[in-house]
């Protein structure tokens, strides 16, 4: 579903971030992404939720070429796709709910279709309470969980999180893993980049160990990603 | 629960940039009524002259030492001989008379004064004669008789009325334009200052159509707002004219007050789309320009 190959991507004018990247990423899997801080981990999500595109190599998505999709297909793509940003990037002049409900809005479900929906979402990251409370009044850990029940409600085909438990405490962090796991097991494609190493072990998921815009395959040597 | 799914607070927009949009939309809604209205007017006026002038035409006989009865009688025959003339009279010394008061005061002595004499004559509006064919008649007839069928300034005043309605429409367009830049600058600029949010909404699958669907309704509100306040003070200037120096008979809209309201309701649409229009290229243009 999410394939990589000898992608490079630079910012305008400035050094390459990624270089020489390989990865494949089959539909329904759930894998973490790691790697030092400025390996290049946020620009490898950045290219997956089409935010950039690459300025090397090719990265297909649902069976596409990235580069050559239109305007609208990009917007369409991106609603297959729920991203948790590490800054959350919520809208403060919406409530809680109004942020959680975004992509179902603007993919034009009417509300009545989708109250019930959003209503459960934030029950169930322990937000029940503050669904017409707005960001600036939340901490940031509830900020990050209105932002992980925004990337799910709409039940997208692949979910990305760039530290999606960074500013949780650990039963929270749980939970939201439980939550990917069960969105997993419902077919969804989860990609989390992370910096947790014992969670990271605990799950036990493939690993890709970005480092220095290269995949590390442990031998020194860029490879092909998605290791065990 | 809040209202989810209001399209309309998706954007943050402040009361103080509408307010300022509906200003200056209403201050152009007002100088566009004027436009329209100096445009009709003056299309109105260039008809009314025309007609007024049209299908009538005079012989001017100056006056010499040949009899003057004879020459007129002679005038006559030619007149009534020719296709394409309806009537022709002469006037008389009185009616001449009449029209020379206003230059010498009181009634002028015809009898002392080197007065021409006129022929008034009425032409068959359907078949006008060629005035070139009689004016040589005439010159057969009658030496010195000249033949005026007010052609020349017919088209002059048709020429000059034309060409202020069209600076009329000129005027209205680009009003209409100024509208537009002004739309699409404000939009532009709101949609910097709402930079993240709309990242935000197209990171969510926004299509550049929602986004501009967003800014669209606001603007159009805006649009008909200043629409119904600028073209409401218009009709209220056109009336308070009406009262000082009658306009009435250049201003279509005043004699038929009953379908003032469409007029009215009219613009405001107008004013709402061209306000949608404009916010849509806005729109579009600064997405595409950012993508």
Redesign the interface.
């Known amino acids: 579903m999410i394939l990589f190959e000898n992608v490079g991507f630079r910012y305008d004018r400035g050094a390459e971030v990624l270089q020489n990247v390989n990865l494949e990423i089959p539909a329904g899997s759930f894998q973490f992404i790691t790697g030092p801080s400025g390996a290049g981990k946020s620009s490898l999500l950045r290219l997956l ?1 089409l ?1 950039e595109k690459p300025t090397a190599g090719r990265i297909s998505l649902f069976g596409r070429d990235v580069t050559t999709l239109t ?2 297909e990009i ?2 793509f ?2 297959r796709i729920g ?1 948790v940003f590490q800054d959350f ?3 403060d ?3 809680a ?2 942020n959680v ?11 009545m279709a ?2 019930d929906n ?2 459960e979402m934030l029950q169930w990251v322990g937000l029940g309470d503050k ?2 409370v707005r960001p600036p009044e939340l901490s940031g850990g509830e900020k990050q969980r209105v932002a992980i029940a ?1 990337a799910v409600v709409a039940s997208p085909d692949i979910i990305l999180a760039d530290e999606p438990t960074g500013s949780v405490d650990p039963d929270m962090a749980e939970r939201i893993m439980a939550l990917f796991v069960e969105m997993n097991r419902l077919g969804k494609t989860i990609l989390l980049a992370s910096h947790d190493v014992p969670m990271i072990e605990r799950y036990k998921l493939p690993i890709t160990i970005l480092k220095d815009g290269t995949i590390d395959d442990g031998m020194g040597h860029s490879g092909r990603g998605a290791a065990a | ?5 209001r ?1 309309g ?2 954007i ?1 927009f402040t009361a103080a940039s509408g307010f300022m949009m509906v200003l200056l939309i209403a201050a152009m809604a007002f100088l566009a009524c004027f436009s329209l209205a100096g445009a009709l007017g003056t299309t109105r006026i260039a008809g009314t002259w025309t007609e007024g002038l049209a299908g009538a035409a005079t012989v001017r006989i100056p006056a010499g030492e040949e009899d003057r009865a004879r020459r007129i009688s002679l005038v006559l025959d030619v007149l009534r001989d020719t296709d394409g003339v309806a009537d022709a009279r002469p006037l008389s010394e009185k009616d001449v008379a009449d029209l020379l008061t206003p230059w010498f005061g009181g009634t002028p002595e015809l009898g002392e004064l080197p007065a021409p004499s006129i022929v008034a004559v009425t032409l068959d509006a359907e078949n006008e004669p060629d005035p070139s064919v009689v004016q040589a008649r005439l010159d057969g007839a009658s030496a010195g008789a000249v033949y005026d069928d007010h052609g020349r300034w017919r088209n002059r005043a048709a020429q000059a009325a034309r060409a202020i309605g069209n600076l009329s429409y000129w005027a209205l367009g680009l009003t209409v334009l100024a509208i537009m830049a002004g739309v699409f600058v404000v939009v532009a600029i709101a949609m910097s200052a709402h930079k ?2 709309i ?10 159509r ?1 986004i501009a669907g967003l800014y669209q309704k606001r603007f159009f509100w805006l649009g008909a707002l200043g629409g119904l306040i600028g073209s409401g003070i218009a009709l209220g200037a056109f009336v308070g004219l009406d009262t000082l120096a009658s306009v009435r008979s250049a201003l279509p809209m005043l004699e038929a007050p009953y379908y003032w309201p469409f007029v009215w309701v009219g613009i405001v649409v107008v004013c709402g789309l061209i306000a949608v229009l404009a916010a849509r290229l806005a729109v579009l243009t600064t997405l ?1 320009g950012r ?1």
């Open positions: 939720y935010d305007r609208d917007a369409w991106r609603r991203v990037r919520l809208l002049h919406l409530t709910a109004e409900a975004l992509p179902l809005t603007v993919a034009g479900v009417r509300e989708y109250r959003v209503t669904m017409d925004r | 629960m809040s209202a989810l799914g399209k607070s998706l943050p993240s949010t990242e935000a909404l197209r990171l969510a699958g926004a299509e550049d929602f595409r993508a």
